[in-house]
């Protein structure tokens, strides 16, 4: 074993791991459009997080695969194989340095998936500094029943869940001159349910992956939209009439859409469509029934994961055919 060994396997299991998300995520594609038409069913926020994780899911378990097998075979405690296997790279750490994973495709495209990776993520993380520094110079802390929130200031109606590993609620001067005390505690409410949960974090995690291996955001939106009707119901859960709940997200919408937009706004605070808020109205007036969990990608998940471990040895040599592939 040498370090050139476990450099190049460390390599293929990357290459392997993005290749097995990208064609994931192109199967899912037409899948995410039929499950938004089956009609009879809800999807909770749950299963639309474990739908969006599916993809970097089964590259973990690829690259797990490829890094736990080729250790065993190449230390000897699983039978070695490659030398039946002649003419492409082998996923073994013996002999993996014979013939490497190398060439320009599969540089190609770990450069290119890295690349669209930090490019994706650079805007998110821009935004997030952004809001830091307008926090630090012109925000100060507004004392509230409830949960602390940072005041901001501007006539729009904001109210807003930021940060990643410890979120924080904002609202702005805004919503405090537009609502009444038992308005702004439904705001409250809802908002420490997104603090709660750390939506903001799962919200960048699903736009990274989104962007990066569709180009799209609609696991995303659909994400966002259940968690927007969740949040609604918790205040139904904490003693609010639906009705109450429903004519404040109105009144919140219906003045954000008369003021002039902010960078804030454009950034954090997103308006619903009538669309989404027909949705979410009809969500609280009549709520739907249990929702689907994160039982079918877990489920789809486990079931490639079986069929990996139990077919080890083809599973092994497939990978290392589309190595080949990818050496020239």
């Known amino acids: 074993m040498s370090w050139d060994s476990l ?5 293929a299991a990357l290459l392997l791991g993005l290749l097995a998300a990208w064609s994931t995520a192109f199967l899912q594609t037409p899948l995410t459009g039929r499950l938004t038409r089956w009609r009879g069913h809800s999807f909770s926020s749950r299963f639309w997080m474990g739908w969006g994780l599916l993809p970097a899911s089964v590259a973990g378990l690829i690259a797990t695969f490829v890094l736990f097998f080729a250790t065993l075979s190449g230390t000897g405690w699983l039978t070695d194989h490659c ?3 002649a003419g492409h790279p082998h996923l073994c750490l013996r002999h993996i340095s014979d013939l490497p994973p190398g060439g320009g495709a599969a540089w190609a495209l770990l450069i290119l998936g890295a690349g669209r990776i930090l490019w994706v993520a650079r805007t998110p993380l821009l935004q997030l500094i952004a809001l830091r ?4 110079g012109h925000s100060r802390r507004h004392s509230a029943s409830g949960p602390s929130v940072r005041l901001l200031p501007g006539d729009r109606p904001l109210a807003f869940t930021v ?3 410890f979120p924080e609620i904002c609202w702005t001067e805004g919503v405090v001159r537009l609502l009444q005390e038992d308005e702004r505690e439904i705001v409250l409410i809802h908002e420490e349910t997104h603090r709660r949960h750390r939506d903001p974090l799962k919200a960048l995690v699903l736009y990274i992956l989104q962007k990066s291996l569709t180009g799209g955001e609609a696991i995303l939106s659909h994400w966002r939209q259940r968690r927007e009707e969740e949040c609604d ?10 009705t109450q709940v429903a004519a404040t997200v109105l009144k919140m919408q219906r003045a954000a859409s008369l ?3 902010t960078p804030i706004s454009l950034h954090y605070a997103r308006s619903c469509d009538p669309h989404e808020l027909r949705r979410r109205i009809e969500n609280l007036l009549e709520p739907p029934g249990d929702s689907l969990g994160p039982g079918l990608p877990v489920l789809l998940l486990s079931l490639l994961g079986a069929a990996v471990i139990l077919e080890a040895p083809f599973t092994h040599h497939f990978l290392e055919t589309v190595l080949g592939w990818l050496t020239f």
């Open 7 to 11: 450099f190049h396997l460390a390599q």
């Open 83 to 85: 030398l039946s296997h």
């Open 163 to 165: 940060g990643t590993l």
């Open 133 to 136: 520094k307008l926090r630090q």
């Open 233 to 242: 119901l918790a205040c139904v859960e904490r003693g609010h009439h639906p």
């Open 259 to 261: 003021s002039p937009a």
